[in-house]
């Protein structure tokens, strides 16, 4: 189902769900002397709904970083496989051939097993590691004579070692992102609390009121939509595509 069309059916059954309580409440409720509990209800609404605007934009704007991170860390770690095989394509032998193959062995497994695995939310297999400790040995193996291919070995090392840690970040964001379980509760019940504390108002029309606290409910729930799609990065609304190793193997290719 399209992210779009699950997100208006969250926010519809919201709204309805609000309305319907709402109208209950307004219709069977006890309307004598709500309007004078306005000034009381208007300050626990305030510090409430304060509260918890708080809350939801912290969790949502770490999430936004999130996402901008892992596009940028999977930039990174292609740009750096890619500068791996330039410098060694300076050196003797056939190390810059063996290291421009498993250069392209790596971003294939990565665009076509790894990446899928990711944005199910599975547990990344396959020889992606193996590849890159064959990739640093080949790089090790190398025979520099000179010290500019010394140089070229040395950038050759230094560019692997930032593919290894872009790696783990990236394996690290797929499957450590998501919002914990106590977090969630806090948005949910603090949702519901904001959506039920209106009722208690009183002085405007039912028709008025329905409106006021739908909005609301609708509003809260359109936000902790976006949250659940952007847990995981490479997965829901966000899905990051890897774009950055198909240009990887553009470039070796």
Same mark, same amino acid.
């Given at each position: ?8 059916? #969250? ?227 966000? #899905? ?14």
């Amino acid at each position: 189902m399209s992210v779009y069309v699950s997100g208006s059916l #969250w926010v519809a059954g919201a709204v309805l769900v609000a309305a319907a309580v709402a109208y209950m409440v307004r219709r069977f409720g006890q309307d004598e002397g709500r309007p004078g509990n306005n000034d009381a209800a208007g300050q626990v609404f305030t510090i409430v709904s304060g509260l918890h605007a708080v809350v939801v934009a912290f969790v949502l704007i770490t999430l936004f970083d999130t996402v901008g991170s892992a596009r940028d860390g999977a930039y990174e770690e292609a740009e750096s496989l890619v500068a791996v095989s330039w410098a060694a394509d300076s050196l003797p032998g056939p190390a810059g051939a063996e290291v421009r193959a498993l250069g392209k062995q790596y971003a294939d497994t990565v665009v076509r097993q790894e990446w899928p695995q990711m944005r199910a939310g599975a547990d990344v297999t396959g020889p992606g590691w193996t590849q890159l400790d064959l990739l640093r040995d080949a790089v090790l193996r190398a025979e520099a004579d000179g010290d500019w291919q010394e140089g070229r070995k040395s950038e050759a090392t230094t560019r692997l070692e930032q593919v290894y840690e872009q790696r783990q970040e990236r394996l690290n964001t797929a499957f450590d992102s998501g919002v914990v379980a106590v977090v969630w509760f806090v948005l949910i019940a603090g949702s519901v609390i904001c959506v039920l504390l209106p009722n208690l108002f009183g002085g405007t029309r039912m028709f008025t009121h329905i409106i006021v606290v739908s909005t609301l409910a609708g509003v809260l729930t359109l936000l902790l939509f976006a949250i659940y799609q952007l847990q995981n990065p490479f997965g829901g609304g966000s #899905w990051i595509e890897p774009d950055a190793f198909r240009w990887a193997l553009a470039r070796l290719g």
